[in-house]
DNA sequence: ACAAAAGTGTTCACACTACACCCATGG
DNA sequence: CCATGGGTGTAGTGTGAACACTTTTGT
């Protein structure tokens, strides 16, 4: 099967690293553990395997992402891979850094403990092992860019959210405020999303209407030839 | 050196494939080659090799462009990793695809003959082996929106250029024509451009003046807070 | 003189920004 | 009744889009 031109080259280890993004408190977080192997073992590190024989790079990247949060069909998107020959002390691995979109409301905190990881607010990020702070930073680059261009930030909330919610959530990301009215004139003018009758009352006594994304009524609005931006 | 705990995991052969970009004619032309080993051989394909033991991914993509175009200190970004499992007939390689930006006023044509290269209009792609095809597609993408973002736009040219031809560069990239009096103002209007007094009188009678890119008036431009958008 | 490409301003519509007050409710 | 966060409209400014004619020069 494998052709002869192929053999006599160099293989490395290839790892896929995951950034997986949570909302938490008003602000935008990200799942950390303790590095749990040498080198640089019980330093904070993004979560990682070695992608194997029988699997792409996204699956590598799925199945760590599964076995960090127990959660299925997250949105996962590849950052950059990362090549740098002594990127890793521990010997030469090539990495491919993916973001995730995770719901923290379906988050179970009891996987936590069991991996030793922990929500980290993005404005208190550690030193993190090897280059890992550069593939954060890629991340969020990225994934500044893309909120912007599409309806992904949706994909923070389990299915409905109320609009001071995503006004904050917006806010984590780009961190900077922006005006409420403008806002929510915005969001209006694309007629994407659907109100319900249902209130949220934690956060306050008046209580803010929950709110869904149509995917129909998004595709409704890609086809009146506009594209989205936010 | 290598961890122990490294040991056990598969390796993999890694590749850099590069999407060699260049204007002539008017249109954007990417570089392709005839594929010189099985599977495949003969059919069209980006320029790659293997990454080997010493150097990074970086280094791998500079050295294919060095060794099909002569050049040096050529734009160069990446694009993705690619990892599907069959993603190659003749065995499992992860490859990184990276996007260069040639300036072709430079470019030595006896090379092209060497390699069996050969300069496609982007809107004549032929199929590619592999997944090429959606290499070059992701690096169109980037590109484009790349150029909106930062001034490279200008590394395709060597130094000087005629407001005509870049122009003609940037409806080539974009695929659709924009209006001459607005693409002169918004440039006008960020003033990091250097008129000379020479003129460029091969493809006008009347003869276009030519501009260069002051790398000094363009900080001057971002230092007063404003940002590149093309 | 004419063909072929270079160069130049104005108007209009729309989108983005700034901005302040009333409402509903729980304690 | 008051403190807290939810919800609403308007006016001004700036940016992007549409649009046509004159200039230069080689043939």
């Known amino acids: 099967m494998t052709n002869q031109y192929y053999l006599d080259t160099s293989k490395f280890l290839v790892a896929a690293d995951c950034i997986i993004f949570g909302f938490r408190d008003k602000e935008l977080h990200i799942l950390l553990t303790r590095r749990p192997v040498e080198p640089?073992?019980?330093?904070?590190?993004?979560?990682g395997g070695f992608v194997s024989e029988n699997e792409s790079l996204e699956d590598a990247a799925k199945k760590v992402l599964f076995d960090y949060t127990q959660q299925r069909g997250i949105y996962m998107e590849q950052v950059n891979a990362y090549g740098e020959i002594d990127r890793?002390?521990?010997g030469r691995v090539i990495s491919?850094?993916?973001?995730?979109?995770?719901?923290?409301?379906?988050?179970?905190?009891?996987?936590?403990?069991k991996f030793d990881a922990r929500w980290t607010n993005i404005k208190e990020l550690p030193q993190l092992v090897f280059d890992h702070n550069k593939m954060v930073h890629d991340a969020l680059t990225l994934?500044?860019?893309?909120?912007?261009?599409?309806?992904?930030i949706f994909k923070f909330?389990?299915?409905?959210?109320?609009?001071?919610?995503?006004?904050?959530?917006?806010?984590?990301?780009?961190?900077?405020p922006i005006d409420k009215r403008n806002f929510r004139k915005k969001l209006a003018s694309m007629n994407i999303?659907?109100?319900?009758?249902?209130?949220e009352t934690v956060s306050s006594k008046r209580g803010a209407?929950?709110?869904?994304?149509s995917e129909e009524k998004y595709m409704e609005y890609l086809a009146s030839g506009k594209y989205f931006s936010l």
């Open 193 to 199: 999303l659907d109100k319900l009758d249902e209130k």
């Open 40 to 47: 640089e073992a019980g330093e904070w590190s993004l979560m």
């Open 96 to 113: 491919v850094a993916f973001y995730a979109l995770v719901r923290l409301e379906e988050f179970d905190t009891t996987l936590a403990q």
């Open 88 to 90: 890793d002390s521990g």
């Open 157 to 176: 909330f389990d299915e409905k959210f109320t609009l001071p919610a995503l006004q904050d959530l917006y806010e984590a990301i780009y961190q900077h």
């Open 143 to 152: 994934l500044r860019f893309k909120v912007s261009m599409q309806p992904i």
């Open 209 to 213: 209407f929950y709110y869904t994304f």
